[in-house]
């Protein structure tokens, strides 16, 4: 079955930095545009950053353009998450999904598949 486990989550101070890592297997990688995802307390899930099938095309949020970056490696059948100057708004559950469409605009309604998803405090 498909499994999408993300990694790299943690406690970590104001303008400091973290990688996600999300592992992908039971599905073909390269055919599938990723997205990473958060969902704080009391608040709706939202998009965060998404990239297509080969990593042609990159989309984020604009509360964390400049600061975070997302990448893939299809050998490895990996994307992550670099984010840098942290801020405690951006303490939530992160996840990645995938979906056979690149379509951030739909996003994240409609994706095919979800991580479980892990745990970002930014916090002094």
């Known amino acids: 079955q498909v499994q999408l486990v993300e990694s790299g989550g943690g406690l970590v101070q104001p303008g400091g930095s973290l990688r996600l890592s999300c592992a992908a297997s039971?599905?073909?990688?390269?055919?599938?545009?990723m997205g990473w995802f958060r969902q704080a307390p009391g608040k709706d899930r939202e998009f965060v950053a998404g990239?297509?099938?080969?990593?042609?095309?990159?989309s984020y949020a604009d509360s964390v353009k400049g600061r975070f970056t997302i990448s893939r490696d299809n050998a490895k059948n990996t994307v992550y998450l670099q984010m840098n100057r942290l801020k405690p708004e951006d303490t939530a559950v992160y996840y990645c999904?995938?979906?056979?469409?690149?379509?951030?605009?739909?996003?994240?309604?409609?994706?095919?598949?979800w991580g479980q998803g892990t745990q970002i405090t930014v916090s002094s």
């Open positions: 039971g599905l073909a990688f390269s055919s599938y545009a």
């Open positions: 999904a995938a979906d056979r469409n690149y379509d951030p605009t739909r996003w994240p309604i409609g994706l095919d598949y």
């Open positions: 990239i297509s099938w080969k990593g042609a095309r990159t």
